[in-house]
């Protein structure tokens, strides 16, 4: 599915990946955990595209990601998805169909179809600036559907939601995993990878230090949050 080896990233002279090997398998989802800053956008602007890697590799579903066609494979749900405010949600979704070469009738059908699967099909008609953050979420995960991708790359799709829309957006994704997809969420938020996700990776300074099943990693009585900072907190001891 994919497989990321020993990808390198600088900005300048700073290197915000340092050899960071990934693999997510068909059909499972894994947690991308990593305290602010530890590279996981830049990862996921790699595989799709927005980031050149400095060294590395790239592979999605036996195709190198320098190769375009690679790319249909993908769906990308961003850290701060932009829309544009003067369309409703239901344009929005059309247009970006429409840039997938979808035809103007299936464009039209498949943004109503995941307007529904999202539930914001009642809100056909609401411009995207008067969207709340939950329902810009919404939609972000929305447009990472379009073309169907067998692959969903998700950028803290919970980030800044209330305990109702996390609970409505995991709901969400829930069901994507149901229907088989394979998705690699990044995220801070421990409690929602160890609901969410069968596998996780942990990345620390743009170094994987940790990765494997969460049964694993929750060893008797430990939370995933205390195996987490204790990874962290022995990686920086060990660079002492
Ligand atoms: N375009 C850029 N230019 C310079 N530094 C960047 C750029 N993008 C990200 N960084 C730096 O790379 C590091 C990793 O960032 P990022 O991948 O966004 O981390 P995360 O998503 O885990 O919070 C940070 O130190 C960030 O400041
Ligand atoms: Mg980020």
Same mark, same amino acid.
């Given at each position: 599915?994919?497989?990321? +080896?020993?990808?390198?990233?600088?900005?300048?002279?700073? +290197?915000?990946?340092?050899?960071?090997?990934?693999?997510?398998?068909?059909?499972?989802?894994?947690?991308?955990?990593?305290?602010?800053?530890?590279?996981?956008?830049?990862?996921?602007?790699?595989?799709?595209?927005?980031?050149?890697?400095?060294?590395?590799?790239?592979?999605?579903?036996?195709?190198?990601?320098?190769?375009?066609?690679?790319?249909?494979?993908?769906?990308?749900?961003?850290?701060?998805? /932009?829309? /544009?405010?003067?369309?409703?949600?239901?344009?929005?979704?059309?247009?970006?169909?429409?840039?997938?070469?979808?035809?103007?009738?299936?464009?039209?059908?498949?943004? $109503?179809?995941?307007?529904?699967?999202?539930?914001?099909?009642?809100?056909?008609?609401? /411009?995207?600036?008067?969207?709340?953050?939950?329902? #810009?979420?919404?939609?972000?995960?929305?447009?990472?559907?379009?073309?169907?991708?067998?692959?969903?790359?998700?950028?803290?799709?919970?980030?800044?939601?209330?305990?109702?829309?996390?609970?409505?957006?995991?709901?969400?994704?829930? $069901?994507?995993?149901?229907?088989? +997809?394979?998705?690699?969420?990044?995220?801070?938020?421990?409690?929602?990878?160890?609901?969410?996700?069968? #596998?996780?990776?942990?990345?620390?300074?743009?170094?994987?230090?940790?990765?494997?099943?969460?049964?694993?990693?929750?060893?008797?009585?430990?939370?995933?949050?205390?195996?987490?900072?204790?990874?962290?907190?022995?990686?920086? #001891?060990?660079?002492?």
């Amino acid at each position: 599915m994919i497989n990321i +080896k020993n990808l390198s990233k600088s900005f300048g002279k700073t +290197k915000v990946l340092d050899k960071v090997s990934l693999r997510v398998k068909r059909g499972e989802v894994l947690g991308f955990l990593g305290p602010n800053g530890a590279g996981k956008t830049t990862t996921l602007k790699a595989i799709v595209g927005l980031v050149w890697a400095t060294e590395g590799e790239i592979v999605i579903n036996n195709l190198e990601s320098k190769n375009i066609q690679s790319h249909r494979h993908l769906g990308y749900m961003p850290e701060d998805p /932009y829309f /544009y405010e003067y369309l409703t949600g239901r344009e929005f979704l059309v247009f970006v169909a429409e840039l997938q070469k979808i035809n103007k009738n299936n464009a039209k059908e498949q943004a $109503d179809e995941l307007l529904g699967l999202v539930g914001l099909g009642d809100e056909t008609k609401k /411009y995207v600036r008067n969207y709340s953050k939950g329902m #810009r979420q919404r939609l972000g995960i929305a447009q990472a559907l379009v073309g169907d991708p067998e692959i969903l790359l998700l950028d803290e799709p919970l980030d800044g939601l209330d305990p109702i829309g996390r609970s409505e957006v995991k709901n969400i994704l829930l $069901d994507l995993k149901k229907q088989g +997809k394979t998705i690699l969420i990044s995220s801070h938020i421990l409690a929602d990878i160890e609901e969410l996700c069968d #596998r996780v990776a942990i990345i620390n300074k743009g170094k994987i230090i940790k990765s494997g099943k969460i049964s694993d990693f929750i060893k008797k009585g430990q939370s995933l949050e205390k195996a987490f900072v204790k990874s962290i907190t022995n990686q920086e #001891r060990s660079k002492r």
